[in-house]
């Protein structure tokens, strides 16, 4: 009997919100034929105070919605939800191969000079066991300086990259570490990489910014070629967005962080947590 070819379906990604989109900008750059379903789940943002089990109920559901039109592999773009939910989603859909993230910490850790490392990531990424896994793994010999910057996932959802409230949230975050004398930061949450302007203008040019989009794409097409999914033709329509929220407000923040536009669907939880499409559209 003759396989199905599921390398022409798209790339599924989601997170809690518009904070994806930087794993989204970097498979874009990395893998340009395939074709892309973001899901940004902005009615329950942000997750990072949210208890683990709700945030893996909602990423369950995501994700069964994605594979219902269609995807052929899951990007879990959010540190908060593969902390939560990864090892679950990976158990509850064995066939499925997932992408997920854990904080940059490694390449941090083999590149500080001073042995002094800022770790920026939600309050549900740093008590998860992931966290705590690669800390032990490779950050034994580096001393580590974590802030859950609160209000700047928020800022960034509204698209406010550069405002006064955004910079005080990033001075309160960074002055103290860098205080202690740290020459790296890890992002460790997808909205972060939006702000490394700004975190640069705080920091100056001798501190190094660590955005893991990239090697989340190398591992998306890893994945990929090993599953013999790659898309081998350019892809005409590469992206579709949904939002639980307001899609005309989601498309105006991505043409703000990305600088491009797509058709955006909007999706609605029921009180049972199933989520739906409605005709919304923008
Ligand atoms: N973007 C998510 C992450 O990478 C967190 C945002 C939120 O708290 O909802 O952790």
Redesign the pocket.
Known sequence: MASINHSHQPIGIF???V??LSVLRAIRHELPNEAILYLG?QA???????TKAQIRDFSIEITRFLLDQGAKLIVV???????AALHDLRGLFPDVPFVG?EPAVKPAAETTQTGKVGVL??P??FTGDLYTSVVERFARDVSLYTSTCPGL?EQIEAGALDAPETHAILEAALHPMLEEGIDTIVM?????PFVIPLIRAITGPDVHTIDPAPAVARQTRHLLEQGKLLNPAENPDPMRFFTSADPENFSAVLSKLLGETGPVEKVTWEEDLTLHKTTTKY
């Open positions: 997170d809690s919100g904070g994806g789940d329950h943002i942000p997750y990072g105070p949210r773009a959010c540190n908060t939800a593969s902390a993230m990531a939600t549900t990424t996932v460790g949450c997808t909205h972060y």
